[in-house]
């Protein structure tokens, strides 16, 4: 058993949930908020078999799709070295980032 | 140090944190949604040491009772190889499932 | 790659997502609710590459400080072998409490 933690897109959430269900997997959702854009967001967390995580991945792949959204900051001094953050800068967004975690021990009660 | 992931029925949830209190543990609490029924329901992280872990897992079972409950669901077809779901389905719900993962590094800051 | 689960105080969350972002750290910022005094804090995930968990570590501990708290508690019988909780209890509180966990695998979709 593996917990996958994936954070997806609002856009790309009822999608991918549907599919995830179709498909036989179980999931808990989690009302989340991106740290740079500060727009809601989704993070899932699933216990998956390690014989269904290729499955699930493909299944999050085909559903969340990466493209780039113009975004307007209010400047700050950016990462050491870099040089400050114009007004509008283009960011690529929306895919979505997965982290699959060992799991020591799961439990139903 | 283990990182305990739990995610318990709301209906459970005051009775169940009101015991792990007692017992001295330390825990924070996020609300989410059930991924099928789309209710929502409670994660519960919490910090354990590994000698207070079976303790921790006793006051979970002991205060999260796994039920039948009615779903009425809009059709929708089912896992490969799986029937139309109809319209009246008894899910099993309630208990609580558990993920218990290990920790790296723990600090107070 | 760890998964840094992070708990901060809310007063302190908004200095602590402003330096991390400006060190270039990515970050998904969860609303949640400590277990004891039930009051509303912060849980940040972020993954972090191993060579940077000092850089991220050391910004937690300075922009997190713990401090005292008095709190008034509806008396309840405390843990095993302690006395029953008073009214008014002063308790350490703010800080931050990390922790660090092993990725297995991470992906960007
Ligand atoms: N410090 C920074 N400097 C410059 N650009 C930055 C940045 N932080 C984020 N970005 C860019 O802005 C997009 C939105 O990030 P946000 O933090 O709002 O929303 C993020 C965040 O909620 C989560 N996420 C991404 N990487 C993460 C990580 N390592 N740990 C935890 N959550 C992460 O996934 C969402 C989408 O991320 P995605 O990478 O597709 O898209 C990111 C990335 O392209
Ligand atoms: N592997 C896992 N990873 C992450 N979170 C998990 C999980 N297994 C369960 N959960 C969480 O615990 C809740 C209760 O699950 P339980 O298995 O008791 O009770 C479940 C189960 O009996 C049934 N069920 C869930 N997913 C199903 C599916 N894809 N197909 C058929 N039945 C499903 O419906 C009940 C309610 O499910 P719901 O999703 O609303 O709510 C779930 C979900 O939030
Ligand atoms: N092992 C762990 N696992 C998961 N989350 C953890 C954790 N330890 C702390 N946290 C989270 O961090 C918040 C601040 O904890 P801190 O230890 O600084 O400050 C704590 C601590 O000084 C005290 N406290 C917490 N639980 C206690 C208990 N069972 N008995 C006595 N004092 C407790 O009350 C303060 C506020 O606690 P609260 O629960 O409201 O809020 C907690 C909780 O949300």
Redesign the pocket.
Known sequence: MKLVVC?V?NRDRNRLTEELLKAGFKFTVIG?T??????G?TTLLSGVEEDDLESFKQIVAGHCC?REQVVTMAPFEG?PGGAMLPGAVS?????A?MFVLDVDEFHRF
Chains 1, 2, 3 share one sequence.
């Open positions: 954070v897109h989340s991106g740290g740079f854009l500060r727009e967001n990466a990462p960011v690529p967004v929306g895919g980032v």
